[in-house]
């Protein structure tokens, strides 16, 4: 005997149109686009009313998002509470992406993966700020009127070899995992007794949430302005990419001796890095920074691996629009970006969670571990 369940995605980050739900086990729904761009694949929508209820969803237009390669062998996140995530498995075909489920509470929450909402953002930020070797220090407002904010995690420590490390997160707001890492990396820092025992000589400057816009309207890539901030590197403006223009500009004003930009990838099922091969001043210091940088992070944390990922760019062809590439030849520094997956790690696979926050946390703190063993060979 079917209920009359409810379906709503008014919440931040939320994301769902609701073709037709008369029939709770053939649930019709479609992904909306990204405000004023041509992308879509993130989606997330609670459910109530439902307790007991055999379900069943398709995503209508599964088959025209932006990556739909990526929804075979993907597993939709679900959550009873928004803290415990676990997978429902799913299946693509002709074209829809489809589910069935039956709730063991009245409402449940579906999503593309774990969402990093604003009220976790807003805590994060309040434990940024009460940190005693914390300080923001700068700050823009978005298109649509967010605040983006740079913070910077001072070593007291004063040394000739001093070294700036700079973390961005979420340039895509659907990438909801780099702001687990975030947390992650930023937790075992603050949790550090005496932070100069692991970096000495070093200032961490870093962005949790470089597009608030995007993660708040329940974006896949782009910002209120229509824009997919990753591809604003080489000319940011105030109009269009203003938070790429207040970190860029703070960067050249400080300077850049490691640049790690945090992302997901919706296709590929590994943890993986992309670096600069093909930058004009692409040099043997910065491939063997590299090679070591992957090296040590596969043997610190194995849910990395460097067999799979991007095809290299040829060499003076990297797009130096991407943050990474423009970061890395503006200051000839060692400078990547590292991507987690939305499915699982095909190499550790967790049929319960799937790749998770849990494993993204581990993974910031596992980032870190190698900043601070990198550090004194980054020039």
Not at 223 to 250: F, K, Y
């Amino acid at each position: 005997m079917s209920t009359t369940i409810s379906i709503a995605s008014d919440f931040d980050g939320g994301n769902i149109v609701v073709k037709d739900a008369t029939n709770p086990e053939q649930i019709s729904l479609e992904i909306r686009r990204d405000i004023a761009a041509d992308y879509f694949q993130w989606f997330y929508f609670s459910v109530s009313n439902c307790a007991g209820q055999a379900m069943g969803f398709s995503l209508e237009n599964a088959s025209k998002a932006s990556y739909a390669d990526a929804w075979d062998n993907y597993n939709v996140v679900a959550s009873y509470d928004r803290e415990s995530w676990f997978r429902v498995p799913a299946q693509y075909q002709d074209g829809q992406l489809k589910w069935q489920h039956q709730p063991e509470h009245d409402q449940v929450y579906y999503s593309y993966f774990a969402p990093y909402d604003k009220a976790r953002h807003e805590q994060l930020l309040t434990t940024i700020n009460s940190h005693e070797r914390c300080e923001q220090i700068d700050q823009c407002q978005t298109v649509d009127g967010h605040s983006v904010e740079l913070f910077k995690f001072a070593s007291t420590a004063q040394t000739a070899e001093k070294r700036n490390l700079w973390l961005i997160a979420r340039q895509h707001p659907g990438e909801t995992m780099a702001e687990w890492f975030m947390e992650g990396l930023l937790e075992k820092l603050f949790a550090m007794p005496d932070s100069e025992a692991l970096l000495m000589g070093a200032d961490i400057y870093f962005v949790v949430n470089m597009n608030p816009d995007g993660s708040w309207a329940g974006n896949l890539r782009t910002n209120g302005a229509g824009t997919d901030l990753n591809r604003a590197w080489q000319d940011p403006t105030a109009e269009s990419s203003p938070e790429v223009l207040m970190v860029r500009n703070a960067m050249d004003r400080i300077g850049v001796d490691m640049f790690l930009d945090i992302h997901g990838d919706e296709e590929l099922p590994y943890v993986f890095t992309a670096g600069c091969e093909g930058n004009p001043s692409y040099s043997l210091r910065l491939q063997e920074l590299e090679e070591r940088f992957r090296r040590r992070y596969q043997e610190i944390n194995p849910d990395f691996q460097s067999v799979y990922g991007y095809d290299k760019d040829e060499p003076g062809k990297a797009d130096l629009r991407i943050a990474c590439n423009q970061v890395g030849q503006r200051f000839d520094c060692l400078s990547f970006t590292i991507e987690m997956p939305f499915k699982d790690n095909a190499n550790i696979p967790d049929e319960k969670e799937g790749w998770s926050p849990e494993r993204s946390r581990n993974l910031g703190i596992s980032t870190l571990e190698l900043m601070a063993e990198l550090l004194p060979d980054l020039r």
